[in-house]
């Protein structure tokens, strides 16, 4: 089954009428994100981020740009793309791992080796596009996203591993699940079990998110830009600090139990330009400092959107 999935990849059958086909059901894929409030109020907010990065395009694209694909431009994107010099393949479990080179190696030895795929990208600056961005659908309670817009500095590596903790780390501290603030509002019910936070940061984009239900988004947003304020003023909780640390450490340790976790992360952290156990180090050298430090780098006003959909 792994020699058939390589070969799969390796070697596409494409036709205009299987292309033909697939636009069809991508074109109504398309139109059922348009109604999906997660969906929206989560590509608004990107949009409310960045004014040009790629990143701000929903990935399903439109109607009108599937409708100029045929078969030779997905050709064209696969010889680009879908290659041995741009692929990575990890195999975790009961495997013997020189039958898993041996595969790997007979399926890519008829590949011509290529130079790496030079991506351009549009010039970004640090200012976000909008800092607020609203939409009306079919929702029973106000739904929202409330973004900042980062800067990776020119980190690779393990700086830039090394920054998204501790932008997690503080997101955690400030209105995570066990912080004084989401309990306030969770009693007050202002936020529900709905309530997430979520950090991406690449070597040419970077934000962190967080979001869910509320009747009421612009007070979560005023109550949580209190508490930031608060803590640039007033410094962090050095104790609790540490303790998330560790408790980050657990999370990283408790992924080995599954094979899905393992080889997800190898590749996440494979494109970051760092191996998996480096999260090990980070959490070792991770300090209070540091942290404070991030958090005035990271959490600046003018780098904060909000992206709301309300009910109809």
């Known amino acids: 089954s792994f020699s058939l999935l390589l070969d799969y990849v390796q070697n596409p059958y494409i036709t205009q009428e299987s292309v033909e086909n697939e636009k069809g059901i991508i074109g109504q894929e398309i139109m059922m994100y348009q109604d999906n409030p997660g969906w929206k109020v989560y590509f608004n907010l990107l949009r409310a981020l960045y004014e040009k990065h790629p990143v701000r395009i929903d990935i399903a694209g439109t109607i009108d740009s599937i409708s100029r ?3 030779d431009t997905l050709y064209k994107c696969y010889n680009t793309f879908y290659h041995p010099s741009n692929m990575i393949v990890v195999a975790v479990g009961d495997v013997e791992p020189e039958s898993v080179f041996s595969k790997v190696e007979a399926a890519i030895l008829h590949k011509e080796p290529r130079p790496p795929v030079n991506r351009i990208y549009p010039e970004e600056t640090a200012a976000i596009s ?3 961005v609203e939409e009306h659908l079919a929702v029973s309670i106000p739904m929202f996203r409330l973004g900042f817009k980062g800067s990776c500095h020119g980190e690779t590596g393990i700086g830039l591993l090394m ?4 932008v997690r780390l503080l997101l955690e501290l400030l209105i995570g699940r066990s912080s004084e603030l989401f309990e306030q509002l969770y009693k007050e019910g202002l936020l529900n079990s709905s309530f997430g936070i979520d950090v991406s940061f690449e070597k040419q984009y970077a934000f962190s998110v967080m979001g869910g239900e509320s ?3 612009m007070q ?3 109550r949580f830009c209190r508490t930031l304020e608060g803590a640039r003023n ?3 909780d050095k104790s609790a600090c540490e303790r998330l640390v560790r408790s980050f450490r657990g999370r990283f340790m408790r992924q080995f139990n599954s ?4 080889s997800h992360s190898f590749i996440t952290a494979h494109f970051k330009g760092v191996n998996m156990f480096d999260y090990l180090d ?3 050298k991770i300090s209070f400092e540091y942290i404070n430090e991030v958090l005035h780098d990271h959490f600046k006003t003018e780098s904060l959107a909000m992206s709301v959909i309300r009910p109809v």
Do not use: K, Q
């Open 163 to 166: 920054y998204e903790t501790a």
């Open 234 to 236: 007033h410094g962090l």
């Open 130 to 132: 909008s800092d607020y």
């Open 220 to 222: 979560v947003r005023e």
């Open 259 to 262: 094979v899905e976790r393992i």
């Open 69 to 71: 694909i045929d078969r």
């Open 215 to 217: 009747p009421d988004p």
């Open 282 to 284: 980070v959490y070792d």
